[in-house]
Structures are given as structure tokens and as C-alpha cells.
């Protein structure tokens, strides 16, 4: 039995908002404790630089 590209797309809709949203949850998960260790290190290279 073989569907029809038409039917097929109408059935995949909003499969690319799904698919971003995942990334962009995933990403933020990374970023953030990124930052954090990011400003921890600058942090860290300043108290040195001070003595």
C-alpha cells in the first residue's frame, strides 16, 4: 500500500519544531554549566594576576 508524498508531509508536520526544540533544550543544558566554569576560570586567572 503506498502513501501518497502529500499525505506523507501532512503526517510529518511540526516534526522540525519537535526536532529544534530538542536541540535547543540540549544545548542550554551544555551552555550553562559551560559559562559557569568559564567565569570561574576568569575568576581564578584575576586572583592570580592581583599577588
Known sequence: MK???QK???EEK???LLLV???M???SLVVA???DFMSTG???AQG???T
Open 14 to 16: 511540526g516534526a522540525a
Open 42 to 44: 576568569l575568576v581564578a
Open 25 to 27: 533544550l540540549l544545548g
Open 3 to 5: 502513501i501518497s508524498w
Open 8 to 10: 506523507r508531509i501532512e
Open 48 to 50: 592570580s594576576t592581583l
Open 33 to 35: 554549566p559551560l559559562l
Open 21 to 23: 526544540m530538542i536541540l
